[in-house]
């Protein structure tokens, strides 16, 4: 686990090449396997692998998701908002839940915000998002994490640039 901790990095440009169904069933295990508040799993996730939808994704908001629309497959990440006060906190621990997983099989990912961001003027990338993929009202979308197998490499963040600062002991 630590050596994925190290090495994972955001990937945004990914090879054409499917993810083969037995990965793509680890990373479905990835998903439900995520803990949550009361075990109440507030949350739906919706695989995309259409060439189309995923470009259409793509533009769900000005920056920062056109990476999606080479990805081998997009997973949007909805949260339940009925029944859980946690949906977004279970939401976010079963994304990243999902990139780890993605990064120890050798694949690469990268995360797509789009609680809270805009698509145009008018339209919110939620608002986008759900008419795409025909989310139920009820339904919050978090993020779209795009996976495929990586067309870059990138370093690790080196041990001596992490943010040391901001971890503390509380000592008395
Ligand atoms: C909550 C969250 C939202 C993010 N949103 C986006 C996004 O919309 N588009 C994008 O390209 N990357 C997004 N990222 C990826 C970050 O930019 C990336 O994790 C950060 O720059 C650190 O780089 P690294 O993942 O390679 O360590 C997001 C990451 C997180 C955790």
Redesign the pocket.
Known sequence: MIDILRNR??V?KFEDRKIEEEKLDVLKEALVRSPSSRSINPWEFILVDDRDTLEKLSRSKQH??G?LAGAAVAVAVLGDTTGSDTCIEDCSIAAITLQYAAESLGLGS????IRLRAHGEDKTAEGFVREILDIQEHYLVE?IIGIGYPAES?SP?AHEDLDWGKVRLFSV
Not at 110 to 113: K, V
């Open positions: 990095r955001s945004r920062g998701a990476f990268c995360w797509c915000q993020c990138k963040h």
